[in-house]
């Protein structure tokens, strides 16, 4: 009986050791939390990304054709490229008019398209599509602008040049005049 007992008051012991426990840790527990209430005002925040202030020249034996813009799209055409190292440029801001900061999420070239004429047309347009020669730049530093990251803060603009020419290894020059068309650049801006 005595053993009974015994064993009564151990179990009656862990019992009242668990509750004490229990209480123990619930009195030096404490729970914190954070509660947020945010608006997001996202018809009041305006993102316009545009050209502006569109500048072109020539340079070496190259005659400059026509360029407009409509905010956000470039448009260069109708310009004579004669011999190697002639080149035809443009300059011109890409201000970012919004509230909200603007990052280059990737740059893209497509083209061109060449035509030729005549017999040779074919040889021609191959030989000018393998020899012109381009790139977009920053034109302060003359680094190129192909790379993804460039912050463009709200309010503020880089200015950029964009160039075309005959490259110097070009050796010989078409038989008839080629047209290329379709040269794009196109600049993908993401949130920063």
């Known amino acids: 009986m005595k053993n009974n007992h015994a064993k009564t008051y151990i179990i009656v012991a862990i019992f009242l050791s668990i509750i004490g426990i229990s209480i123990a840790y619930a009195a030096l527990s404490q729970q914190l939390q ?38 956000t799209t470039l448009t260069i055409s109708g310009f004579t490229l004669k011999v190697p190292n002639d080149i ?15 990052k280059i999420s990737s740059v893209n070239y497509e083209g061109p398209t060449c035509s030729g004429t005549g017999t040779t047309a074919t040889a021609d ?20 602008l192909v790379e993804k990251g460039v ?3 709200a309010g503020s603009s880089r200015t950029v040049r964009v ?4 490259c110097s290894s070009l050796r010989s020059l078409p ?13 993908n801006f993401e949130q920063a």
Do not use: M
């Open 34 to 71: 954070i509660k947020t209430t945010t608006t997001v005002q996202s018809s009041q925040t305006s993102w316009n990304i545009a050209f502006e202030s569109v500048s072109c020249q020539a340079a070496g034996n190259a005659v400059l054709g026509t360029f407009e813009t409509n905010g």
């Open 88 to 102: 035809v440029y443009c300059s011109f801001y890409i201000k970012n008019k919004g509230e909200v900061n603007a």
């Open 125 to 144: 347009a191959n030989l000018v599509k393998t020899y012109l020669c381009h790139d977009l730049v920053w034109d302060n530093s003359g680094t190129l």
């Open 151 to 153: 912050v463009i803060p």
């Open 163 to 166: 160039r075309h020419w005959l």
């Open 175 to 187: 038989t008839n005049p080629v047209t290329f068309t379709n040269a794009v650049y196109t600049i």
